[in-house]
């Protein structure tokens, strides 16, 4: 597609539910990432993905977050037991290696609340 | 460790006023210097990027920003502001190719006709 697309656009869950959130980047875009922005904050780094590979997963907050992109394309990201902190904009951003150096392009968003 | 701050939470300019937004960051080398603009709802979009060379680094919609090596800083500068920049505005840093950016916490920008 033209852009990022994420989906859903919010998401409500009760504490202690699953959710997963999707990503799907600009067609054959190589790398892939994922933020986390709180409520008047800047986005903090969550995972990075080279096509299916997790090369770099250092900002997951806890072992209930888990990321995926099986076939280098669309990816997931999960949260197990969600907690009312977890509540956030889960932002997705891919980008092109062959473009400029980061020429990074974000999706909207989901925005996530716990109650 | 890669920091940004961004000292001003928010910022009230006139429309047709001039601007500048602040910000500082801590990286020991060369750092990759950002400047994106969300508006509310929105995804971020980049307005400029600095890797090298000319510290005045022209952007989209109007904007510069100036490196200066010593003060750590990286200042966004727009000479006329109009109604439609209202936004939030993020610095960030990054160390290398295709690596994560690390943000700053953004400022807030009003603007008053």
């Known amino acids: 597609g033209a852009g990022v697309s994420q989906s859903p656009r919010y998401k409500v869950a009760k504490r202690g539910q699953d959710v997963a959130l999707r990503c799907d980047p600009i067609?054959?875009?190589?790398?892939l990432f994922w933020y986390q922005q709180a409520l008047g904050q800047g986005p903090e780094f969550l995972t990075y993905f080279q096509n299916e590979a997790q090369l770099d997963k250092s900002g997951l907050p806890s072992d209930r977050f888990f990321a995926e992109r099986p076939e280098g394309s669309v990816s997931t990201l999960k949260i197990q037991r969600t907690q009312q902190e977890d509540s956030a904009v889960y932002l997705c951003?891919?980008?092109?290696?062959?473009?400029?150096?980061?020429?990074?392009?974000f999706g909207s968003g989901t925005r996530l609340t716990v109650v | 460790a890669q920091s940004v701050t961004q000292p001003d939470i928010h910022i009230t300019v006139s429309e047709g006023a001039s601007l500048e937004l602040r910000c500082n960051y801590s990286y020991g080398a060369t750092p990759y210097l950002f400047w994106y603009v969300q508006s509310p709802g929105q995804g971020l979009q980049l307005l400029l990027k600095?890797?090298?060379?000319?510290?005045l680094v022209q952007g989209i919609k109007g904007f510069e920003a100036e490196f200066k090596r010593s003060q750590s800083s990286f200042n966004l500068r727009k000479p006329s502001v109009h109604w439609s920049d209202a936004a939030e505005y993020f610095c960030a840093v990054g160390k290398e190719y295709g690596n994560k950016l690390v943000f700053g916490a953004g400022t807030i920008l009003r603007v008053k006709s």
């Open positions: 600095y890797f090298s060379g000319d510290t």
């Open positions: 951003a891919s980008s092109s290696l062959r473009t400029n150096n980061y020429g990074y392009t």
């Open positions: 067609s054959g875009h190589v790398s």
